[in-house]
Structure formats: C-alpha cells, structure tokens
C-alpha cells in the first residue's frame, strides 16, 4: 500500500524560505511522476510542481517558477519542495501527490494522480 506522508510546514513571514518533504513507501517509484499541490480556503486544488522519479524531469505553475524548486532523492524515497520568497498567496494546505506512470508525461490535473498524502498548512503573515 502506497503510502505518502509530508512534513516542513509552518508560519513564516513574506520574503522567508521553508523546505516541504514528502516521504513515500509501499511501492517501486520508478514509473512515477510525483508532485506538489495546494488548496487554499474556497478555492480548487492548484498544481505546484512535479518531478519525475526516473529522470528527475521537473514542471512548475509558473507563479512559483524561479522560487520553488522540487526535487527527489531517491536513496530516502523522498521528495521536497525548497520553496523561496513566500508570499501571503502562497498561503494554502500542500500535498504531495503521486501518478503510478507519470514516467510518460507529467500530469497537472489531481484526478490523475492516484496517490495523496494528508497535507501540511503553509500560511506566510504580509
């Protein structure tokens, strides 16, 4: 059974850097595409980024871009998003996701991905 647990949120300040970790189990990750996405209050679940576990091949919404930065290392089975001058809109419950077969394509809708962790609250104060 696949199980994907997350951890590294918190209360931050605008402009503050905070390292999300993703920690999966219960399946070889190697045909999986693995990503970051958040819900804020009343609004959708948004994509974040992804990465893909085989070749480390990654994608971003672009108003993280050049802020966020996802990575994994496959050693821990881990995933993380480095994520750099937050922003009071960045505040929102992220959860790491992952698509057994992402290794084709990396998806950015959440019915493709077939696995979700529990969430973890970031909220960055103006």
């Known amino acids: 059974q696949v199980r994907l647990v997350e951890s590294g949120g918190g209360l931050v300040q605008s402009g503050a850097s905070l390292r999300l970790s993703c920690v999966a189990s219960?399946?070889?990750?190697?045909?999986?595409?693995m990503a970051w996405f958040r819900q804020a209050p009343g609004k959708e679940r948004e994509f974040v980024a992804a990465?893909?576990?085989?070749?480390?091949?990654?994608m971003y919404v672009p108003s993280v871009e050049g802020r966020f930065t996802i990575s994994r290392e496959k050693a821990k089975n881990t995933v993380y998003l480095q994520m750099a001058n937050l922003k009071p809109d960045d505040t929102a419950v992220y959860y790491c996701?992952?698509?057994?077969?992402?290794?084709?394509?990396?998806?950015?809708?959440?019915?493709?991905?077939?696995?979700w962790g529990q969430g973890t609250q970031v909220t960055v104060s103006s």
């Open positions: 996701a992952g698509d057994f077969g992402g290794i084709i394509i990396i998806e950015t809708t959440p019915r493709a991905y077939d696995y």
């Open positions: 219960g399946d070889n990750f190697d045909n999986y595409a």
């Open positions: 990465v893909k576990w085989s070749d480390a091949s990654t």
